[in-house]
């Protein structure tokens, strides 16, 4: 018997997670993308790309592609998104699993300002001018706009367009992961003396912070926001794992 698994993804951890469980033969894999993304990385599985018109947009299609376990490995910052997998799976009836990353802990050496929102974030930059780095999405860069007296450094995956009304800004279209290294030679490359980063957690992304801690650049830390409560994993092996034992129990049970 063959599964019908949708994954939520995005992320490098979805990714990684679909190339994992395609190798079975006992899965057949549909990667969501939410199509924010130009370019999209190219991925292992077939894809779709594009919303699905909230929480009953997501069920409708769940019962439609009779859908068998739908996982959300979600940015973890793409609270709606969760929230509309939980609310779509409870609705059409279907299983659901989630990856959520453990997120950056304070070690010895870190210089952070934890706040709420981008809101707070733009708040927390000092009135005397400062180098930033800004590391969001590009649609959560125009509120920096009422702080012009400071330079940024903007790094995104697709090029920011409109750009940003401010002074001084540079931009950087790439994409990760990038090494402590990487980082550290960006950062001193650019002057960079403030990061405003959202708490991610993961590998990926981690390199700007330990580069921050090693150079004593202060970073202003975006707190997660809650996400619905549902079986999850904090990595992508302990997920697939989690993955075969729900096959094992349907198996089971005749299903």
Known sequence: ??????????????????????????????????????????????????????????????????????????????ANISRNAAEAAALAGVDILALRRPVWSRQKGDHWQEVTDIAAAVQALDIAPR???????????????????????????????????????????????FSEWDETQLLEQHAIDLIVSKNSGGVSSVGKISAARRLGIEVVLIERPRLPDVPSARSVEELAGMVRHWKLSRRKRGE
């Open 1 to 78: 018997m063959t599964y019908s698994i949708l994954i939520l993804g995005g992320t490098a951890e979805a990714k990684a997670l679909a190339a994992q469980l395609s190798t079975s033969p006992d899965y057949d894999i549909l990667l969501s993308l939410a199509g924010r993304t130009k370019a999209p990385a190219e991925q292992p599985v077939p894809v779709r790309i594009g919303g699905f018109g909230g929480a009953g947009g997501l069920a409708a299609f769940l019962r439609e592609k009779n859908v068998d376990l739908l996982i959300d490995a979600t940015h973890p910052f793409a």
């Open 131 to 177: 180098r930033v780095f800004l590391t969001l999405g590009r649609q959560e860069l125009l509120p920096f706009e009422v702080m012009p007296q400071h330079s940024y450094l903007v790094r995104s995956v697709d090029p920011v367009d409109p750009p940003l009304k401010l002074p001084n800004v540079s931009y950087i279209t790439a994409r990760g992961p």
